[in-house]
C-alpha cells in the first residue's frame, strides 16, 4: 500500500514522496501487556523490567494507574513527574536493545506515606521486519 503526498503521483513517487510506503516498515506490529508493583515510599527507583530481546531499541508506550494515594480513576502516560501532599513522584519508561524498564519513584521525604499500589501497561512497538 501507498499513500502519495499532494502534488506527487503514487504510481512513480519517490518514498521519500509517500507518507505510506510499503517498501519500509512503517506499519508496526505490537507487543502490549501489563502487571501490578508495590512502590515503598522510600526515595529509591522501583523499577519492572521487561524482556523483549529485539537486538534494537523499540518505540514503547507505558501507562501506570495509581490506586490509593495520589491519583483517582485515570491513567497516567509515562514519563510523569508530579508534586502532591509533599511527596515527589516520578514515573518512567525506557529501553535498550534488550529489555523495556519501568520505574516508579516516590518519596514523602520522611513522613511516612503508605506504599504504593500501581497497575501498568505497555505497548512495544516492533518493525515489521524483525517479527
Known amino acids: ?64 494507574y495509581e490506586h490509593n494515594y495520589f491519583f483517582v480513576d485515570y491513567w497516567v502516560r509515562l514519563p510523569m513527574w508530579a508534586y502532591r501532599a509533599g511527596t515527589e513522584i516520578v514515573w518512567k519508561v525506557y529501553a535498550d536493545n534488550v529489555n523495556v524498564y519501568l520505574s516508579f519513584f516516590y518519596n514523602d521525604f520522611g513522613v511516612g506515606t503508605p506504599v504504593q499500589h500501581i497497575d501498568y501497561n505497555y505497548r512495544i512497538y516492533i518493525d515489521k521486519g524483525k517479527l
Open 1 to 64: 500500500m501507498r499513500i502519495s503526498l499532494n502534488n506527487h503521483d503514487v504510481k512513480n513517487s519517490q518514498p521519500q514522496n509517500n507518507a505510506i510506503d510499503d517498501r519500509y516498515p512503517n506499519l508496526k506490529k505490537t507487543v502490549q501487556g501489563g502487571g501490578t508493583i508495590n512502590v515503598p515510599v522510600d526515595g529509591a527507583d522501583h523499577i519492572v523490567t521487561i524482556p523483549h530481546n529485539l537486538g534494537y531499541i523499540p518505540m514503547v508506550q507505558a501507562m501506570g
